[in-house]
């Protein structure tokens, strides 16, 4: 991309990802002039946002209603704080200034998001022509406390074109702004630098990376620099997204007082070039950056047999139903060993015996019934919009063509007739020497087996099978008839080895409610924004310490469309 005098933006948005392209979409209604700048090419519009499963946090919403959840602002507002746990907001709420907390704006955005999603979020994406399928799952459960962690009802709304049709619905009204001349794009520029002058940020500088033209969307690219680049603009909006590829960082500041030691295996749900290179040169700059220690990875990743990007990690999305096992054989305990309950409870039960991985172990008739891959590419049905395929897919006989693939070719799965045959198979793929016992295995799970001879119990895991059932998607889609582990006709047994798995930054660029970024005593930074992931999805840190699922593409676009509202104004 050369400089052309003709073209002088009123903004730089440093990022082509889904908060990025929201910014950019809001900033060209008012008419403003765009220039988006990014390291990848442009088969990568749209960022992470693309692979993912489109889904997304509604309060109240219809599908609800239909669906027979009841839901309400205040519910959802009492989950978030319960799942946030604010703690660092500071002595005085009302305080702005240097003695404010990390959780200051955060918090702040945090209610903001809430009333958005219970109120004029759908319609603002249904507007633009999203649309959501009619089930509503049910994902992150909760701890087992009414004003603790987790969901207290099914929120999660899938998208009918998953990730790649949440881009798209701001990819095209910015394509149309590309040709009608208020926006350019800078693929293949990466920002090293913001130009700051007399405490404004004014610009950028960086590097121009060799073309990668020929590359697919999320393969790793080449960093040869063929030239640099120095953009000026009043105004620039970083949106880079986290540090999700970045596992250095990662553990440098993992939480390890309170998950546990960080991993020393642990694959990736996001390409390479996720790499959080823009946070530091952000702080380098002037900004506040808070909650470094917060970022949300899962424990049920399995590796990619079919990998994109290095390290390429899928997430399970499991029912309740699979039997969780630490990497020493014992079983997860309480509601964090329910799969899809509680992810940060999950983790810390799995890293404190000091492995870094855990095991599923399920029948046949669970997989079919409650295995979900994460992913647009996973779920080829919803992503194609292909009401036959899904048809098949989901309501048909056996599991899901890929969820089938990845039994038959991944690595991390074994199959097997008999209990002692699949703790066989186990234990040629456990990792550090470790070796599961068939008789500790046989004797926990027929204790279990032995809960669902009755409509009621005491096992909290049975507990939530018979919960998750009364939930219409549930029944129908996700959650398996209660049936005894080793019962043979709902073989064959199945163990799968569960990875620790990175996906997003709950930390990061501080920034007020209308995407402005915070220095360090809490005054404005003249000219600079920042939204999305880069900004802990907004205020650097609205999620607190857990996320609810379906919140990480709202936040994109909450935020995105708060800097992007702002610039327009300016």
Avoid at 112 to 141: C, I, M, N
Avoid at 558 to 565: D, T
Wanted: hydrophobic content about 40%; charged content about 25%.
């Amino acid at each position: 991309m050369s400089a052309d005098p003709a073209f002088q933006p009123d903004a730089i948005v440093v990022g082509a990802g889904l908060a990025g392209l929201v910014a950019t979409y809001e900033a060209t209604r008012a008419g403003k002039k765009v220039l988006v700048l990014d390291q990848e090419n442009r088969a990568n519009l749209g960022g992470q946002a693309f692979w993912s499963l489109g889904g997304l946090f509604f309060v109240d919403s219809p599908e609800q209603r239909r669906m027979g959840i009841k839901d309400s602002r205040e519910l959802a507002w009492q989950d978030w704080q319960g799942s946030a746990a604010f703690d660092r907001i500071g002595e005085d709420p009302d305080d702005e200034g240097p003695d404010r907390g990390e959780d200051h704006w955060g918090s702040r955005w945090a209610k903001a998001y809430v009333d958005f999603a219970a109120t004029e979020k759908r319609d603002y994406l249904h507007g633009l022509g999203l649309k959501s399928l009619t089930f509503v799952g049910w994902a992150e459960r909760g701890d087992g406390s009414a004003s603790g962690h987790g969901n207290s009802v099914p929120r999660f709304h899938l998208t009918w074109g998953t990730g790649p049709e949440v881009v798209r619905i701001f990819q095209e009204p910015v394509e149309a702004a590309e040709a009608a001349g208020l926006v350019r794009f800078g693929f293949r520029h990466r920002v090293d630098e913001l130009v700051v002058e007399d405490g404004a940020c004014v610009g950028v500088r960086g590097s121009v990376l060799e073309p990668s033209d020929d590359l697919a969307r999320g393969v790793k690219s080449s960093r040869e620099v063929v030239d640099t680049f120095e953009l000026r603009a009043p105004a620039v909006v970083v949106t880079s997204g986290g540090i999700g590829h970045n596992f250095e960082l990662m553990r440098a500041n993992w939480p390890t007082e309170r998950v546990g030691p960080a991993p020393e295996h642990m694959i990736a749900g996001v390409p390479a070039h996720v790499d959080g290179r823009m946070l530091a040169i952000t702080e380098s700059a002037g900004a506040s950056l808070v909650n470094k220690d917060r970022m949300w990875a899962y424990v049920e990743g399995i590796h990619n047999w079919d990998p994109v990007w290095p390290d390429h990690a899928i997430r399970i999305l499991p029912g309740p139903s699979s039997m969780w096992f630490d990497a020493d054989g014992h079983r997860l305990q309480g509601m964090s060993g329910v799969p899809g309950a509680d992810s940060i409870g999950s983790m810390k039960q799995v890293l404190a015996t000091g492995a870094d991985y855990s095991w599923f172990v399920l029948t046949q008739s669970i997989i079919e019934k409650e295995f979900a891959l994460s992913g647009s590419e996973q779920n080829p049905d919803w992503t194609d919009k292909d009401i036959k395929l899904m048809l098949k897919e989901r309501l048909g006989k056996g599991a899901t063509s890929p969820v089938e693939a990845f039994k038959e070719h991944g690595e991390d799965f074994v199959v097997a007739s008999t209990l002692e045959e699949l703790v066989e198979g186990m234990n040629k793929i456990a990792r550090g020497g470790r070796v599961l016992d068939a008789a500790l295995l046989r004797q926990q799970i027929e204790d279990r087996d032995r809960q669902v001879d009755n409509a009621y119990c005491k096992d909290a895991q049975v507990m939530a099978i018979h919960n998750g059932r009364k939930d219409r998607t549930g029944k129908i889609m996700r959650v398996a008839k209660p049936h005894k582990i080793l019962d043979p006709a709902h073989g064959p047994l199945i163990a799968v080895r569960l990875n620790i798995l990175s996906r997003k930054t709950l930390g990061g660029i501080e920034t007020d409610l209308d995407s402005r970024v915070v220095r360090p005593d809490g005054s404005r930074f003249p000219g600079l924004y920042a939204a999305g992931e880069v900004a802990g999805f907004g205020g650097g840190g609205v999620h607190g310490y857990n996320a609810l699922e379906g919140t990480f593409l709202g936040g994109c676009i909450f935020s995105g469309r708060a800097a992007g509202r702002s610039i327009a104004r300016s």
